[in-house]
């Protein structure tokens, strides 16, 4: 890949010669061309930038010096300064070498019109898929403005010769555009082949799959007096990986929550999210034998959609107290005859669920005989049942 960065300030983009960009730089992965503006310019002073029509604030930068430059720089005519690896390494191409290889066709592979990458707050946010898409690029020129920005018809009119692009890389200005390209060519960079050691180290990374990548450790295991999360020494690489991928999901919902919208979420997932105490508080008419029989299937039936139940208590309501009741005046109206073997009951079940709240209400009816009379609501939190509800039933680990 070849990048050419036209600024005004070319030692700027000095940190484009180090680390890793230096090592690809020492591998011939990359070369990277620099050039000063100002080598367009001409005139005393060789002014850059000039007054904006319309008036207001700061200067614009002028079209007669930016539009040659991108022209040569396209053509491949300029080679600009050609940055070396900051700590070349004995086995490293040397630099002759690499000044060498600049005797390139510009195109890309296919062909293609190289990148143009404008940056400027106004721009389309930079992203990782951009980042990966550009990183099979073979020409990427960046067109660095300072000051308000560059004449509008250098953008439009570089378009001959380039796919344009104008880019941001986040919500705040800038002086200018170099630090910008800094971050760009970093972030598309690593992801040619070969410039990472580890091909899969970018596949986890943190955007790769829509998630923020969770939290890391190594040695030592205590330090400070903090401890490596258990779940990390048990060896069970299924549970290991179940539980990164909720850390994620979990950093990801408190610091980024807008990125859960186009990640697609399972059963586990949406579990990890969204599980909470829940407590679902029903009053039932009910055959007591009836009852018997539902609440020995409920927690297993409850457990197998989702609803992870704790305990369940039920208590009768004695009538005498509740002479209009809701469920009683409606089994008389719809039946015809008072209740004869149907008993009120208030049934609460405690648990732990992702679901939805009303969800959970008609799971927990649903379990009961077909036609039961009943009103009640879920609502989150454990609730206590009072002192005449029985303990219907009980988790053991629980
Ligand atoms: Cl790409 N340039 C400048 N000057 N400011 C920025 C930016 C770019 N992205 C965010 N702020």
Redesign the pocket.
Known sequence: MRLDVITIFPEYLDPLRHALLGKALERGILEVGVHDLRNWASGGHRAVDDTPFGGGPGMVMMPEIWGPALDDVAAGTRDGTVLDSATPHLDAPRHDELNGISGHSYEGESGELPLLIV???A?EPFTQEMARQWSNESHIVFAC?RYEGIDQRVVDDAAQRYRVRE????D??????EV?VLVMAEAIVRLIPGVLGNRSSHEEDSFSDGLLEGPSYTKPRTWRGREVPEVLFSGDHGRIARWRRDQALLRTQERRPELLDTVELSDADERALYSRNVATDLNVLINPADWGRAVAKLPKKLRKAGFDVTDIHAEIVDLTCEPDNMLVTQFEQTEGHVPVTEVLHRVLVNGRSHLDLRELTQLVVRNLPRGTYWYGTTDEGHREPGIAAACAWQDPGS
């Open positions: 940056p400027t707050p721009g403005g880019i941001s890389i986040g705040y200005v800038l002086v200018g555009g910008a």
